[in-house]
């Protein structure tokens, strides 16, 4: 099936740190998708984007559909200690509609 | 309160013991999906279904099998578990098949499974 390369894997930074992870595909997807992970909870949707290009915030957190629809990439602004957590992209084409591809997930540290 | 509610929360089993795991959700919603989450592999797709009586397999379905026969619940049947099985799993719905709503997946709190 459908694969995403999602990285980096881990990042350890400090509280106030801007962060940015992106998420590549040898395919292209019509929808990309940004989910967080808090330990020991399920992932919870942040960023939908929908068109090629598309650029759209949800507070310090930024995303963008790339060009080629084969990518998208999530900027944190100024973190702090809960953006701890497990960040994952996911994609979905119109095609066949119901499936959901995710990435392999983003770990994020941030250190007080 | 509108949630997704999966049980058990932790099971320890043996390999070959049949198991259920049960998946339920109060929102009235037409998509339910379950998801397995091991380390270094993300979530992968099991079975997903778009209404009562629908589903299909997702990227992992071998030794697996759903059943959605009510809206509001989506099982998920381990006939005979082995230990690759052991896993989190996380049950998902969404309130559309279509459009942007759809895309609006909630997550069930998710199931240790352990099988020994």
């Known amino acids: 099936g459908q694969q995403l390369n999602q990285s980096p894997q881990s990042m350890f930074i400090q509280e106030g740190e801007d962060v940015s992870m992106n998420c590549t595909s040898s395919s292209i997807f019509n929808t990309w998708l940004w989910y967080k992970q808090d330990p020991g909870e399920g992932p919870v949707l942040l960023i939908a984007l929908y068109k090629a290009g598309e650029l759209t915030s949800n507070g310090r957190l930024t995303a963008q559909f790339g060009i080629t629809r084969k990518d998208s990439f999530l900027n944190i602004s100024a973190s702090i200690p809960s953006d701890v957590g497990i960040y994952f992209c996911a994609g979905r084409t119109n095609t066949n509609a119901g499936k959901s591809t995710f990435g392999d997930g983003t770990t994020l540290t941030v250190k007080p | 309160e509108a949630q997704v509610t999966q049980n058990p929360r932790y099971l320890i089993t043996v390999t070959g013991k049949k198991l259920t795991v049960t998946c339920s959700q109060n929102?009235?919603?037409?998509?339910m999906s379950w998801y397995r989450q091991d380390p270094g592999l993300g979530l992968r797709q099991i079975y997903y279904?778009?209404?009562?009586?629908?589903?299909d397999k997702g990227d992992v379905p071998e030794g697996y099998k759903v059943s959605r026969k009510e809206k509001r619940n989506f099982p998920l049947i381990l006939e005979s578990p082995s230990p690759n099985q052991t896993s989190l799993y996380f049950c998902?719905?969404?309130?559309?098949?279509?459009?942007?709503?759809?895309?609006?997946?909630?997550f069930g709190p998710g199931t240790r499974l352990t099988v020994l």
């Open positions: 998902a719905s969404s309130p559309r098949t279509s459009g942007r709503s759809y895309n609006e997946q909630f």
């Open positions: 929102m009235n919603h037409e998509y």
């Open positions: 279904s778009m209404n009562v009586e629908v589903t």
